[in-house]
């Protein structure tokens, strides 16, 4: 076994070796879901529990019948909150759902818009649901000091966004990012804003932990050659990272020296 394959990194506990999270909306059917994900390589998988099916209605398609809990790790998330009190409750009815499944993605919003993050309310979600003895992985803004204020409050993994969720834009902000990936001692997932491959792999090239992504892969034209595009471009990204690229020069540096040559 390569010293590559034995890399993993550890959310609440439990290690993990496809640094790829994957959500489960905007797929045309459930099959395709299904297809995409298994293309991915993820163990991750992400839940919208306010839009998705996991249990809460009888009458209806349950997800985890096609992404069964014993095969992936069901991350429920909270999207569509824009308040404190509907975020925590989403999450504790997702606990209960599962069986007392205490691993979620916390997001509050603040815009319809720009599906921005509400900080401030944020914070104080992570708090509430951190006391009560959830495992947080928190969506946030690219704010450095954001980031360390949710680790501190003990969030297991804070997951700053690359741009606006859906936009497809990449990562706007490198530096903020590397900031928040410098100073930080829980992992850091870059979540919302890829577009495609390239925008995975500078994510990983930044020393990232890994990248959550949805839209990028539902809305492509073939969503899950997309999935098997960006698994190899996380893995890619993360070998390059841990290579050490080579300095960046302003001028041509020859790559074979004439020193010690005859002419």
Do not use: W
Request: charged share 25%.
């Amino acid at each position: 076994m390569s010293e590559f394959t034995k890399d993993t990194f550890t959310i609440a506990g439990k290690p993990f070796q496809s640094r790829l999270l994957v959500g489960t909306g905007k797929y045309k059917d459930m099959a395709q879901t299904r297809a995409a994900i298994e293309a991915s390589g993820a163990e991750i998988v992400t839940i919208a529990v306010r839009r998705t099916n996991i249990g809460q209605n009888s009458d209806e398609p349950n997800i985890l019948e096609a992404l069964p809990p014993e095969r992936y790790t069901i991350l429920p998330n909270t999207a569509g909150c824009y308040d404190v009190k509907t975020a925590v409750r989403t999450c504790k009815l997702a606990r209960e759902l599962l069986d007392g499944h205490n691993l979620v993605k916390l997001e509050v919003l603040g815009d319809e818009k720009t599906l921005f993050p509400d900080t401030m309310a944020t914070l104080k979600a992570a708090e509430e649901l951190v006391k009560d003895g959830f495992d947080v992985m928190v969506y946030t803004s690219d704010d450095p000091i954001i980031a360390r204020e949710l680790e501190q409050i003990g969030c297991v993994a804070v997951m700053p966004l690359a741009a606006p969720i859906g936009s497809g834009l990449g990562i706007r902000n490198k530096l903020n990012i590397l900031t928040i990936v410098e100073n930080a001692k829980v992992p850091i997932l870059v979540d919302a804003g890829v577009g495609t491959a390239s925008d995975a792999a500078v994510a990983m090239e930044l020393g990232c932990d890994g990248v959550l992504m949805n839209t990028a892969i539902a809305a492509a034209r073939d969503p899950i050659l997309m999935a098997s595009a960006m698994r190899k471009a996380i893995e890619a990204g993360r070998e390059a990272f841990l290579a050490g690229r080579m300095p960046a020069k302003r001028y041509a540096s020859a790559s074979s020296p004439l020193d010690g040559l005859f002419f």
